[in-house]
């Protein structure tokens, strides 16, 4: 049996700096918040934090 909806989506991971966005991850549904990782910016050649944002 096929489960109703999804339990994960897509989302993209911005930098914090420079606004762009460097990564796509997925995320459970069920977790309220968003996503902060702190990640490598090639842009900024140093790593930041990468706020969850939506995929377009």
Known sequence: MA???KAVEIIALACS???RRNYTT???RKLQGK???RK???FDRK???H??????
Do not use: D, M
Not at 51 to 56: A, D, Q
């Open 3 to 5: 489960k109703k909806g």
């Open 17 to 19: 700096e420079c606004n």
């Open 26 to 28: 997925k995320k459970n």
């Open 35 to 37: 996503l902060q990782l």
């Open 40 to 42: 490598y910016c090639p």
């Open 47 to 49: 790593h930041t934090l």
């Open 51 to 56: 706020v969850e944002t939506r995929v377009k």
